[in-house]
């Protein structure tokens, strides 16, 4: 299989779940809420397209998961950062930073 | 049990449902009525089985399941077009099995190299002379054969054998050794019938073999003087000495004679002749041919004038073959007890390169072979090109779909995997159906290969490296047009072909079949040559079988009994055979009872120059010792002069009956009453006996027919019946058993049986040219039919339009046999020069016997070939003449 083509949305929403599970281990709702929040509510994407790119980011082996209970009593898949995954979101946070500058820079020029 | 992509999936499942009831709870916190909550939460979620689908593709596990879906719609496709399937995957069974049946045999007789540590290193020391060498010999045992000019020989003297060896100490290891006998063994009580070979004691030295238990023979056992010891092979100790290690050791009972097993061969080892089947290895001066009460051999070994053994030899790494020779010549021509009378019958000797073993099989077989390895490759050309064929036209027929899947947005790579899958299914099934067709074709060719009576047998098992090579040759072009279609699909337009419909016409599509009928033609072509070949050969057996032996073949019983190996000595044996004759000719149905020395139609014989006074030069002439009612038994009238009469057959009179070629030869012009010498003898001819093959369907040589020895260690009786002969064999057994409990019945069969062994490579090579002939026969018209009938399938609108223009249904029918039959005329056409090709080269390497050009046999086989092509084109033209126009229009 060829990877995907990488647009922005894409690259954006597995940025977007990396940073989401910097602070810690966290099932696709909870991601998905957190995402709405932290976005102001902002940036409309249907709540069950988080989960391919969840199995991509794991397929990548940027996050692992494991079947946990979660705070409603119910079983979730939890979803981690892995080593790999942290160091990934470390690069592409510096990537997104010289982009958005540079934007900014063309922008403002 | 749950499948990892399985677990994926339902995994999947519960993540969503826990995403869904997670949202519903908060909606219905914030309010809202569960139907309500329920609803917006599957909208704010979206489409779950799209995103299901999606979560699929990131799977890890999605190539499996991809390759699910492939075979699936690979066998739909496949269940679709069932007849181009089977086709398909009937030609690559037979082309694969085929040729592989033909590797392995190839690969028996040529390219096997003997089981011992670097066997390259081995040769076979013969020698080779213009002429016949006259005065170098008195005696002969070995064989012979022909090489251009040359008459190559195998026999040495003991004097030779020694100088050549102690000449040669340090460069090379020079061994002897006799062709093996058969011997009647007792080992613990137990009788057995067992091949026995004489060999020096440097022979597994020679060999370098390792013992499997026990030691092999050594220079001190290779003396009359010492214990006598023989080593067996693997599987005579497996099958007859119980397969226990404490044989080693033991005593076993060779032609009454004891030996002790002093070792037991490693089990790959079976002998150094391919198909020769040796069970025991007796030091060669206490082998049991020399143990014999008047051995002809041991006299032979201690004389230089007998030339008796045949040598094997292994050279040091650094002696070539060249260097070898040479250095073998000087002693070789220092040994003979008399100089040689001319230049030409002076002898040197020749190295022949052992490493696959020695032996007369690949002389006999191994040019056969070639040609069956050629014929065979046209058959898998012609496999091949059907595969190729079918394959098209499905592409041809596929081309719809292919577009459509392409406006689609399937990817070429995902295409390509699709119709690989297709191809690799196809190839697979195929190819495990040719493992069973190799199987059976190799059985068959042990059946018809000879055995058992000259001591070959071949171990022919399908061979996984010729399984091997053919799968690669076939399954390569299965691949190559499977993947044909996809290939187009990624530089057509998909536009057209959509548009096209199910029947494509003009001019476009007619240029799309060219490689299709260039297949054809060629398939075609071979088929002449194979269909030829395969007439040829079938009747060229048919021809042999029935020719005409010069006796009558009817009511004839042969077999062999060897009383001299039980310790019956010169009286004994007299009146052992004497009672036999007696009782025998009493039993009822038993017309006449013939002893001989040389059992009639077994291959090889007997033969001495046959000379008169005032002819040096003999006529060579095969000989019979043979009693007085041999020829009465056998059936060969006497036409002048008398048969020997039993009283001077007895008393071993020097009197002889010959044939009426020899009659001939020698130049006689009243031959009863004349003298001729054979072999120092002046014997009386009394008889002329009417022209009859000696040994062999395919040659007649003279014979000449001399009284029995009735002290013969063993004899072979030919009883001539009036009732069907088998019926006599109860009896006969009887009789036998009344004279000795303890003889064992030696190759029992009638005389037609005897025959057609004796035309074992002739029955195989008709037997495998005629199944190819079929087979090409079958795959030229499931060829020429597939083509017609996609090609005509193809063209129903076209069709359709002819007729409802106007054209009449003989007119189509008569456009589409046409086309099909041009096509076969075609490849007729090439196909014969191609076959008198092949009959030529046929009968240069005397498969087949010279003759005029067989053009009946050229008609016949294009005949059959138009005729199976008219069938094939028939039905496709049938079914075009039959067109609806109306249907075939609104398809269109």
């Known amino acids: 299989m060829t990877a995907k083509k990488s647009d922005l949305l894409q690259g954006t929403l597995d940025l977007l779940v990396l940073k989401t599970l910097m602070p810690g281990p966290l099932h696709g709702y909870g991601i998905a809420q957190k995402i709405l929040l932290t976005s102001k509510q902002v940036l409309d994407v249907q709540q069950g397209s988080l989960y391919p790119a969840l199995h991509r980011l794991e397929k990548k082996g940027l996050v692992s998961s494991e079947w946990r209970e979660a705070e409603s009593g119910r079983m979730a898949k939890f979803y981690a950062l892995t080593r790999t995954g942290k160091k990934q979101l470390a690069d592409e946070l510096e990537e997104w930073a010289r982009y958005a500058s540079a934007i900014n820079w063309v922008l403002e020029a | 049990m749950q499948w990892p992509w399985q677990k994926v999936e339902t995994e999947l499942e519960r993540e969503v449902r826990h995403h869904l009831e997670s949202l519903i709870d908060e909606y219905e916190k914030q309010g809202m009525t569960r139907g309500d909550a329920m609803r917006k939460a599957r909208r704010e979620f979206g489409g779950v089985d799209q995103i299901k689908e999606e979560c699929r593709d990131e799977s890890v596990w999605s190539w499996l399941t991809q390759i699910g879906q492939d075979v699936t719609f690979g066998w739909r496709m496949m269940r679709k077009t069932p007849a181009i399937t089977v086709a398909a995957i009937l030609s690559l069974a037979l082309g694969i099995g085929a040729t592989t049946a033909i ?27 213009k002429d016949r060498p006259q005065g170098l010999y008195r005696g002969s045992s070995g064989s012979g054969f022909p090489d251009g000019a040359m008459r190559v020989a195998d026999y040495f003297s003991t004097v030779s054998y020694q100088q050549m060896r102690t000449a040669l100490a340090g460069k090379a290891e020079v061994a002897g050794h006799v062709s093996s006998t058969l011997a009647s063994t007792s080992f613990a009580g137990k009788v057995a019938v067992a091949r026995v070979r004489g060999v020096t004691g440097n022979f597994f030295r020679a060999l370098q073999l390792q013992p499997f238990e026990g030691r092999l023979l050594v220079d001190a056992d290779d003396n009359p003087a010492a214990v006598p010891v023989v080593v067996v092979t693997h599987r005579f100790w497996s099958r007859h000495l119980g397969r226990n290690s404490t044989v080693v050791g033991q005593a076993i009972r060779i032609n009454n004679v004891a030996y002790s097993i002093a070792g037991i061969l490693p089990q790959g080892f079976l002998g150094i002749v391919p198909g020769e089947e040796t069970d025991i290895y007796a030091p060669l001066l206490q082998s049991p041919q020399l143990l014999g009460e008047d051995s002809w051999f041991r006299k032979a070994s201690v004389t230089g004038e007998s030339w008796w053994m045949q040598l094997i030899a292994r050279r040091a790494p650094d002696v070539g073959e060249n260097e070898l020779r040479n250095l073998l010549d000087m002693p070789f021509s220092s040994s003979w007890m008399a100089r040689p009378k001319s230049p030409e019958g002076t002898p040197h000797i020749r190295i022949s390169e052992a490493s696959h073993g020695l032996g007369s099989i690949r002389r006999t077989f191994g040019d056969p072979v070639w040609i069956l390895f050629a014929l065979v490759s046209m058959v898998l050309v012609v496999a091949c090109a059907n595969i190729a064929n079918l394959l098209l036209a499905r592409a041809v027929a596929r081309e719809k779909e292919v577009a459509l899947r392409v406006s689609l947005g399937c990817r070429t790579g995902r295409l390509m ?61 299965a691949l190559l047009f499977g993947l044909y279609p996809a290939w187009r699909a990624s530089r057509i337009d998909a536009s057209p072909a959509l548009k096209e419909g199910a029947g494509s016409s003009g001019t476009a599509s007619r240029r799309r079949w060219v490689p299709a009928k260039i297949l054809v033609l060629v398939q075609v072509s071979l088929g002449v040559l194979l269909v030829t070949a395969s007439i040829l050969f079938t009747s060229n057996l048919n021809e042999l079988v029935n020719r005409d032996a010069g006796f009558e073949r009817a009511h004839l019983l042969l077999f062999d009994l060897r009383p001299g190996e039980l310790g019956y000595k010169d009286v004994q044996l007299r009146q052992f ?60 009238p006497i036409i002048a002069g008398r048969a020997v009469t039993a009283e001077e057959s007895r008393s071993g009179a020097k009197v002889v009956v010959i044939s009426e070629d020899l009659v001939k030869e020698l130049g006689l012009q009243s031959p009863v009453g004349a003298r001729v010498f054979i072999d120092r003898d002046d014997l009386l001819v009394v008889g002329v006996a009417q022209k009859a093959r000696y040994s062999r369907m395919s040659q007649s040589p003279p014979v000449a027919y001399v009284p029995f020895d009735y002290a013969r260690q063993s004899a072979t009786i030919v009883l001539r019946t009036a009732i069907p002969p088998l019926f006599t064999l109860s009896a006969v057994q009887n009789v036998v058993r009344d004279l000795n409990r303890d003889l064992p019945f030696v190759d029992i069969f009638t005389m037609e049986q005897q025959i057609s062994r004796t035309l074992q490579r002739e029955r195989l090579f008709a037997w495998l040219c005629g199944s190819f002939g079929v087979l090409a026969l079958v795959l030229c018209v499931v060829g020429l039919y597939g083509l017609m009938s996609h090609t005509t399938a193809r063209r129903t609108p076209e069709i359709g339009i002819r007729i409802a223009l106007g054209a009449s249904r003989g007119d189509v029918m008569g456009q589409v046999m046409r086309e099909g039959m041009g096509l076969a005329c075609a490849g007729l056409v090439l196909g014969v020069p191609l076959a008198l090709y092949a009959v030529n080269i046929a009968e240069k390497q005397k498969l087949l016997p010279k003759g005029d050009l067989p053009y009946w046999t050229l008609a016949a086989a294009v005949g059959v070939l138009a005729a199976s092509a008219l069938i094939a084109v028939l039905s496709p033209a049938l079914r075009a003449s039959s067109v609806d126009p109306m249907k075939a229009l609104r398809r269109g």
Request: charged share 15%.
């Open chain 2, 417 to 477: 995997r699709q119709f690989f899958t297709e191809s690799l299914m196809l190839a697979a099934m195929g190819g495990a159906l040719s493992v069973g067709v190799a199987a059976i074709l190799c059985k068959l060719m042990i059946n018809l290969l000879p055995r058992g009576f000259d001591g070959m047998a071949l171990t022919l098992e399908p061979d996984g490296r010729s399984l091997a090579a053919t799968a690669m040759v076939t399954l390569l072009t």
């Open chain 2, 577 to 636: 055979y004497l009672n036999l004759e007696e009782r025998l000719a009493n039993v009822p149905g038993i017309v006449a009872v013939g002893l001989s020395r040389t059992r009639p139609m077994q291959g090889g014989g007997y033969s001495e120059d046959v000379k008169i006074t005032g002819q040096p030069k003999g006529v060579s002439s095969a000989i019979h010792h043979s009693n007085s009612s041999f020829l009465s038994a056998l059936g060969v």
């Open chain 2, 103 to 129: 590797l392995t045999l190839a690969d028996a007789v040529l390219w096997r190299t003997l089981p011992v540590p670097s066997p390259e290193n081995l040769v076979e020391v013969l020698w080779e002379s």
